[in-house]
């Protein structure tokens, strides 16, 4: 009985972990992500990548923005639902595309593949601004 007893704990344990993981993930949904743009060729401009992930009813939009001095310059947008087996990642509908949230640095990993196939991983810190 003792080895029952142990082996419900674990699964208990397990299940409460992966919870957590979400209720953190959660948390950094709606936000404003930020990096700068590679490749700046603006003389003393500034350059931006936002990333903004918002509630669209059961699923996540996911704008990509890019900025040069402050003006729009192209954006992107899917949709994406939030991943079941790992509860820390938004997966886009019908693409290759997919967000990591990495709770403990505020941060999330983009995830693309390339015109050639070739896996791309950006980093993007969150911003003080915050989705309304």
């Given at each position: 009985?003792?080895?029952?007893t142990?082996k ?68 992107y ?56």
């Amino acid at each position: 009985m003792n080895k029952y007893t142990q082996k419900i704990k674990q699964w208990v344990a397990a299940a409460g972990l992966f919870l957590l993981r979400v209720g953190e993930s959660l948390q950094l949904i709606e936000r404003v992500y930020e990096k700068p743009w590679p490749g700046d060729t603006a003389k003393g401009g500034y350059t931006m990548i936002a990333l903004t992930i918002g509630d669209y009813g059961g699923y996540y939009r996911v704008l990509q923005q890019y900025f040069l001095k402050g003006a729009l310059q192209r954006e992107y947008s899917w949709l994406a639902r939030f991943d079941p087996k790992t509860g820390n990642r938004l997966r886009e509908i019908g693409g290759t595309r997919s967000i990591l949230f990495d709770t403990a640095n505020r941060s999330v990993y983009f995830e693309s593949v390339s015109a050639t196939g070739e896996a791309i991983v950006e980093v993007y810190k969150a911003s003080q601004i915050r989705q309304s």
